[in-house]
């Protein structure tokens, strides 16, 4: 049986990896760390943020409103504060719609 390595999982990651997950310039992250109570990446002891897997959950929520669906930060703001949970919930079924058009997309062109 050949030996399968494990892929590591970071625990933590950079404002620059983040920054690039969604294309976006660092400083609009940390922007939104000071606009929004929901992301709060620790700090290491040289200062540099460190974002979590939740953190990034976050920032992803906060990209949707307001990159996607056009919300203003305090159209976002009151979203977030009115239900977290369902704006989060209703992010994740557009994401989960939009791969499903990519696959169907993807088998259409194979016909």
Known sequence: MPYKEKEIEK????IG????????????????ESEFDIIKPKKNRKGN????KEDIQ???????????KGYTLQGAKSMLKNGSQSAMDR?????????????????????
């Open 11 to 14: 625990k933590y990651y950079s």
């Open 17 to 32: 990896e983040v920054a690039n997950m969604f294309d976006v310039a660092t400083s609009l992250i940390r922007f939104w």
């Open 49 to 52: 943020r460190q974002f979590t």
């Open 58 to 68: 976050n920032v992803k929520l906060i990209y949707h409103l307001v990159k996607e």
């Open 91 to 111: 992010m994740e079924m557009v994401e989960s719609l939009r791969n499903i058009r990519s696959f169907l997309s993807e088998i259409k062109n194979r016909l």
